[in-house]
C-alpha cells in the first residue's frame, strides 16, 4: 500500500532554510581554508598542537576555525532532522526558528574566528542553542502527533 505525504504549503520556507544550512557550511569551508592557509600548517593536520598554538596567534586562529567548522557539523544533522520533521505540522514557526538558528551560526562562525578566540563564539552559541532547543522539543511534539494519528 503506497503512503502519500502531503506537505503545507508553506513547507518550502522550511526548505529554503534547510538549502541555507549548506551555505553555512560553505562559509565555515572558506574561514577555515584562510586560517589553514595563514597558518601555514598542511593537510592532513586537523589541529595545530596546544604548544604550537600558544606560540603562534595564526595556528590559534586556524585551531577556532576549524573547532568552529567542526561544531557545526556537530550539530547541522539534527537541526536538519528537527527542522523538516517540524515543518511537517509547523512550517512557518519552523522556517522562523531555523533561520534563527542560521542566523545564530553564523554569528557564532564569525565571532569564533574573528580572533579573540572561544569568547568570540558566545553570542552565537546562545542563539543557536536556544534556537536548536525549542526546534528538537516542536519536533518532538510534532512527531509524538503523528504517531497518535493527530
Not at 502531503?6 to 538549502?19: F, I, K, M, N, R
Not at 601555514?40 to 600558544?54: F, Q, R, V
Not at 553564523?106 to 574566528?113: E, K, L, S
Request: a positive charge; one cysteine or more; aromatic letters at 12%.
Amino acid at each position: 500500500m503506497p503512503f502519500i505525504l502531503e506537505l503545507p504549503d508553506q513547507y518550502g520556507l522550511v526548505l529554503a532554510v534547510a538549502t541555507s544550512t549548506f551555505f553555512v557550511n560553505t562559509l565555515h569551508v572558506v574561514l577555515t581554508s584562510k586560517a589553514r592557509k595563514a597558518s601555514g600548517l598542511k593537510y592532513p593536520i586537523p589541529y595545530a598542537s596546544n604548544e604550537l598554538a600558544e606560540k603562534d596567534t595564526k595556528a590559534y586562529q586556524f585551531n577556532c576555525a576549524q573547532r568552529a567548522h567542526s561544531n557545526f557539523t556537530e550539530n547541522h544533522t539534527s537541526f536538519l532532522g528537527a527542522l523538516l520533521i517540524s515543518g511537517l505540522q509547523y512550517p512557518v514557526a519552523a522556517a522562523s526558528i531555523g533561520a534563527g538558528w542560521v542566523l545564530s551560526r553564523v554569528v557564532y562562525a564569525i565571532g569564533y574566528t574573528s580572533g579573540t578566540g572561544p569568547q568570540g563564539r558566545m553570542k552565537g552559541s546562545i542563539g543557536s542553542f536556544l534556537t536548536d532547543t525549542i526546534m528538537k522539543f516542536l519536533a518532538g511534539y510534532v512527531s509524538v502527533m503523528f504517531a497518535l494519528g493527530q
